[in-house]
C-alpha cells in the first residue's frame, strides 16, 4: 500500500473530522416521527459525501420508512466487489440532562469524540468514504469495485431493508459485506466477529379463572396459574443449564477444535466479567467454558415473567392470568422455524391441570456465521495486525444483528464485521463517543484491507 | 320466646329503615384520610344509638386511628355475657360511576337496600341494636347481659383494635363474642362458620447482575434471575399439590370424622364452583375434597410474580433481579411463626448458583376454630333454624379475618361468626345491597338466639 494514502489522511484529518462534525450534528434519530426531516437530510447528506469522493449512481432510494442511500464505483474490472453497508441513523438521546456537552454539537475531550452517533455508526460510515477518498487521491483507483449500501433505519430494526434487499439483488450483488458497526475487543486489540447467534421467540400465557379470586376463598382448590407458568418455565432446563426441549440441539453445529483454540486465546477471562457484572459467581450449560457458552452454544432465556400483585405488601390473589416471554438465541445450523415449533409442543405437552395456556410467536431471526479461516475474514485480520501490530482476535457475537443474518440469506454472501468502536464508548447511552486513535487507525486499517481483499478473493 | 317481640320489629320497621339509612348516609369510609371526621360522626352516631336503645357506660374510645365505640349492658345477673363485635367503617366507593344510586343515598330496589355499608357492616351491626331494642322495649329486660365493641377501621386491617383489646381485657370480658360480618351459605340457608385459616407471607427477591443484561451479550453465561426464582418457586409443591416445605404439615390437626361428613352435607358442589369460576377443572391437594382443601387444609400461593420486560412484544433483556410474593394459609394447630422460619429456611437452602436471595416476611395471623359442637354455636344454630325453617350449615372459611384470631388469642372466647349477608351482595364493590328479608329474618333470629343462648351457657 502507498505512503501517500496515510499522508493523505494525516493531511486532511482537520478536515475529515470538520466534515464529520456536519454529519454529526444532523439529529437523524429513527426512532421519532418528529424527526423524520432530519433523516431524510441525513441520507441527502450521505449521497452528497459518496458524490465528492467520486462514487456513481449514487441515489436516495424511498422505501416504506427512511430511505436507503446507495453509490457505487465499479471501475477495477476482474477484481472483486465489496459492498459496504452502514447506517446514517441514530439513536434517541434521552435522557439528555445525562450528556456533557449537546448530543448533536460533536465536540472532542480526551482525544474523543462526543456525540450522538460518533462511533455507531455515522463516525465508522465515514471512515468507509474517507479511506476510499484517500485511496482514489492519491491512486488515482481503486483496488477493487466498491458498493455502498446505507441505510436509516437500523436503530429501529430495519424493517424495510430485507424487503429492498430482495427487490435489489442484482444492484447490490457483490462477493462480499463488509460492515464496522461493532467494537475492537478492547483498546488496541482488534476483533473479528465472524458468527452471530440467531433469535426465536415466544410468549406464553397461562388463564385461570375469569377473575382474580381470593385467595382465602378459593386458595387451595383451584390451579393458580403463576404456579402453572411456573412448572412450564422450569421445565425448560436442568440443574445442568442443559435445554431440555426434545430435539433443541438437533442441529447446533460442534464446536470444532481451531474455534476451541481460538476463544481459549481471547484475553477476556471470567474474573473481568464477574467484576464488571458485579456478580459473585457465573452460571451456563456444563461443560462449555463461558465464551464457548456465549459464541457457539445456543440459549433459552425468560425475558420476563409477570402475573398477580406487583406492589408494596401484600394482596392475597390468585390472579387470573400470568405470563412469561421467553427467547432464544441460536447457533449453525438451527432453524428459527423448527425451534419456535419444538418450543411450542414442549409447552403444550407440559399445561398443568386447571388452567389454559397459550402460546404466540416474536419475530425470529437466522443465525449467521462466514467460516473463520475464510479469505475475506483473514484479509480484514491480517490488514489490522499491520495497523495494530497485534494478533486479530476471532469471536463470535452473543448477540443478533438481524440485517446481517437477513443479508446472509437473501444475498448468499460471505460478511465481515470489521468494527473500530470499543466497548465503553455508550453506544445507545448518553454521551457516546469515538476514540480518534481508531479513527486514524481504523481509516488506515480498511485501506489495507481494500489491497489486502484483492490479493485473496 | 315472646311473640311480641316479632310484633315489635314489624311495627318498628319503617322507624328502623329510617334510622339505618341515616346510619348509611355518613360516609365513614375509613381508607382515605379525607374521611376522618365523617368517620368520627359515624362512631358518635353509634355511640347515640346504643344510648337510645337503654345501653349504659357508652363511650367512644380514641385510638392511634378511628375511635372504638363501647356500650354495655350488665343486668342480667347469674347469666352470660355476650360480646357483640361489630364495625362502623365502610371501604371506599369507586368506581363511583358504576353505582345505579349514589353510595350514600340507601336506596330501596327489588327488596334489597342499596349503599355502601348496607351489608358490611353497617346494616348487621344495626341488626344488632334494633333486635336487643325489641326485647327491651317489649319484656323490660334481656335475657344475657350484652357488651358492644364497634369499631372504624376493620376495613383497614383493624391496625389499633388488638392493643385495644389487650389494655381493655376487663372491660371486655365475656362468655362468647358473636359477629355478624358474614354471609349465609344460599338465600334461605344459614351457615355457621366456626373456623378461618390464618396467614404467613413471605417475599423473596432475586438479584443477579448490577443492571439489566442484553440476553445476546450475555445470555448463557449468567444465572437469569427469573430462572433462579422458578427453581425456588417450582418448589413449593409436588406434582400431587402436596406443599413440600419440611415441616409444613407436622402440626396440622386432622379433620375428624364428624367433620368430614359435615362439609360432605354442604349443597356447594365442584360443578358449582367451576361454573362461577370459568374453570374446566379444579386443581388442589390429592386425597382432600374441595371443600376439605378451603377449610381444613394450609395452602401456599403465589399472589404475584414479577421481573424482566412486561411490555408489548419481545426486549431480550436479563433482568437484574425478580421477585415473588407468596402467602400461606393456615389451620389449627399451625403456628404463624413457625411456618415463617420454614418457609425461610426451605428459600435459603434452595438458592441457586449465581444470584443472592433475600427473603422479607409480611403479617402474620393466627388461625382460629371454635369447635362447632361448642353449646354457644349449637346455640346459634338452633336459632337460624327456627327462623328460615332449614338445618343450620356448619362450615370453615377459607379466608382470615384477623381481627377473629386476635380475639381468639387475646380474650381467649369462643367467637360465633353469625351473619345475614348474602354472598352476591357486592361487598367493597359497587352497588353494595342488603336483601331486607334478611334483615327482617336476621334481628328474629338474634332474639332467639340470646333466649336459646340463656339457656345453653
Known amino acids: 500500500m502507498n505512503q501517500a494514502i496515510n499522508q493523505y489522511l494525516h493531511e486532511n484529518k ?3 473530522l470538520k466534515e464529520l462534525f456536519e454529519f454529526l450534528a444532523i439529529p437523524s434519530i429513527s ?3 418528529d424527526y423524520s426531516g432530519e433523516v431524510k437530510r441525513a441520507a441527502d447528506w450521505t449521497a452528497d459525501a459518496l458524490r465528492r469522493i467520486g462514487m456513481e449512481n449514487v441515489e436516495v432510494y424511498p422505501t ?3 430511505p436507503v442511500v446507495y453509490g457505487e ?4 474490472e476482474g477484481k472483486p466487489t465489496v459492498m459496504i453497508y452502514g447506517h446514517y441513523d441514530v439513536q434517541p438521546v434521552d435522557p439528555l440532562e445525562l450528556w456533557e456537552t449537546p448530543p448533536f454539537e460533536a465536540n472532542i475531550r480526551d482525544e474523543k469524540i462526543f456525540a450522538r452517533g460518533a462511533s455507531d455508526d455515522k463516525g465508522q460510515t465515514f471512515m468507509h468514504i474517507k479511506a476510499i477518498e484517500a485511496i482514489l487521491q492519491t491512486t488515482g483507483t481503486l483496488p477493487v469495485n466498491f458498493k455502498f449500501c446505507i441505510e436509516g433505519e437500523e436503530e429501529i430494526g430495519s424493517p424495510n431493508l430485507p424487503a429492498f434487499v430482495e427487490e435489489n439483488k442484482e444492484l447490490l450483488a457483490s462477493d462480499v459485506i463488509v460492515i464496522s458497526d461493532t467494537s475492537l475487543l478492547d483498546k488496541g486489540k482488534p476483533a473479528i466477529c465472524y458468527g452471530l447467534r440467531g433469535l426465536c421467540g415466544i410468549q406464553i400465557d397461562v388463564k385461570g379463572a375469569v377473575s382474580d379470586l381470593h385467595s382465602g376463598l378459593y386458595g387451595g382448590a383451584v390451579q393458580n396459574p403463576i404456579h402453572a407458568l411456573v412448572v412450564i418455565v422450569n421445565s425448560f432446563h436442568n440443574e445442568d443449564g442443559v435445554i431440555t426441549v426434545e430435539g433443541f440441539y438437533d442441529d447446533v453445529e460442534a464446536i470444532t477444535e ?3 483454540k481460538a476463544f481459549a486465546a481471547l484475553p477476556t477471562t471470567d474474573e473481568q466479567l464477574l467484576e464488571q457484572l458485579g456478580l459473585k459467581e457465573l ?3 456444563q461443560g462449555f467454558t463461558t465464551l464457548e457458552r456465549l459464541y457457539v452454544r445456543p440459549t433459552l432465556e425468560v425475558n420476563g415473567i409477570y402475573g398477580g400483585f406487583q406492589g408494596e405488601g401484600i394482596k392475597t390473589v390468585i390472579p387470573k392470568e400470568a405470563s412469561a416471554k421467553i427467547t432464544c438465541r441460536l447457533v449453525p445450523n438451527q432453524n428459527p422455524d423448527v425451534i419456535a415449533d419444538l418450543l411450542q409442543k414442549h409447552v403444550q405437552e407440559r399445561v398443568p391441570a386447571g388452567v389454559e395456556v397459550n402460546v404466540s410467536l416474536f419475530d425470529k431471526g437466522h443465525p449467521y456465521v462466514t467460516p473463520f479461516n475464510h479469505p475475506a475474514i483473514q484479509a480484514a485480520g491480517r490488514a489490522y495486525e499491520k495497523v495494530y501490530n497485534v494478533p486479530t482476535a476471532y469471536t463470535r457475537g452473543g448477540g443478533s444483528i438481524p440485517i446481517v443474518a437477513a443479508f446472509d440469506q437473501i444475498l448468499g454472501l460471505p460478511v465481515v464485521l470489521m468494527g473500530f468502536g470499543l466497548p465503553t464508548e455508550n453506544f445507545h447511552a448518553p454521551n457516546e463517543h469515538f476514540h480518534i486513535e481508531n479513527f486514524d487507525k481504523g481509516m488506515e486499517t480498511l ?5 489486502e481483499l484483492e490479493k485473496s478473493l
Open 31 to 33: 426512532a421519532l416521527p
Open 14 to 16: 482537520e478536515n475529515h
Open 447 to 451: 485501506c489495507y484491507y481494500w489491497f
Open 258 to 260: 481451531d474455534e476451541k
Open 283 to 285: 452460571h451456563g450449560e
Open 73 to 76: 464505483w465499479l471501475k477495477a
Open 64 to 66: 416504506k420508512g427512511h
